[in-house]
């Protein structure tokens, strides 16, 4: 008789000399599912605007840069905010789909502070706070923490935090410069998210990424496209388009974090 709550450990089974099959380990992923969405950007230069004599060398090459830089933070706002939703424009009378974010599929959250305004992180909170990032889930010994101004302000106040940055090498992944918290539990990659101060609600909070769990699904890859608005008599500008159609996917919500300010 085996009580209910009893915690029962899986251990190696032992088979005899003659036994040549064993019953076989499985396990499924549960079913979900995200929509591409379709980003776009247009550049545009009139003719008039391209012959007036500059004080500046500013051109084509620098809207386009514009417009890339804006396409790519609005992406990464709905990679991360995204709503999920297959919708009719009432304007356009045609169907487009949002993709979801990811920080709306992530299952696991933790806290820091004592409530309330309270935005202090005590030692007690770091350890918790690491110790749950890495205990209770097979993911990889490094993650990658992407902080909000706040969040960094309130790690930099915690004595046991500031000395380790201090002292703390850095890593330069997909060029962004990451500092390296080494804990006894894994490594956390720390950088600052300037979007994150943007967004209402985001001010003291960070999330927390195993980014050997999270891919980028690209239905149709980043290109350009040349307008001829001029023939057609829309307008006399030079114009190309930008479009990419693609989503985010956490492969194992549980390996993923948000990191909050206690309620």
């Known amino acids: 008789t085996i009580p209910a709550t009893t915690v029962l450990v899986r251990m190696g089974n032992a088979k005899s000399e003659k036994d040549a099959q064993t019953s076989p380990f499985a396990m499924l992923p549960e079913k979900e599912f995200n929509y591409a969405q379709i ?32 396409m790519k933070a609005r992406q990464e706002y709905s990679f991360l905010f995204g709503a999920r939703a297959k919708v009719i424009d009432p304007l356009g009378k045609d169907e487009k789909h949002m993709c979801g974010g990811i920080l709306n599929s992530i299952t696991k959250g933790v806290t820091y502070g004592t409530g309330g305004t309270n935005r202090t992180m005590s030692v007690s909170d770091y350890v918790n706070i690491t110790k749950s990032l890495f205990v209770g889930n097979s993911g990889a010994d490094n993650r990658y923490l992407f902080a909000s101004a706040g969040l960094l302000a309130t790690m930099h106040s915690c004595d046991a935090i ?5 002292a703390a090498q850095t890593e330069v992944k997909w060029g962004i410069t990451f500092k390296k918290l080494e804990t006894n539990f894994g490594t956390i990659n720390i950088k600052h998210h300037a979007l994150l101060d943007y967004v209402y609600g985001w001010e003291d909070k960070g999330f927390v990424l195993d980014v050997t769990q999270l891919e980028k699904h690209t239905f149709k890859a980043l290109g350009t496209t040349n ?10 500008v030079d114009a190309t388009v930008i479009d990419e159609a693609s989503c985010p996917v956490l492969r194992y919500p549980e390996t993923h974090c948000i990191v909050s300010p206690k309620a």
Do not use: H
């Open 39 to 70: 980003f776009m950007a247009q550049v545009e230069e009139s003719f008039y605007q391209r012959i007036t004599q500059q004080e500046v060398d500013w051109g084509f090459s620098d809207y386009e840069q514009m417009n890339i830089e804006d």
């Open 162 to 166: 500031q000395k380790q940055l201090e």
């Open 227 to 236: 307008l001829d608005l001029k023939t057609s008599g829309q307008s006399n």
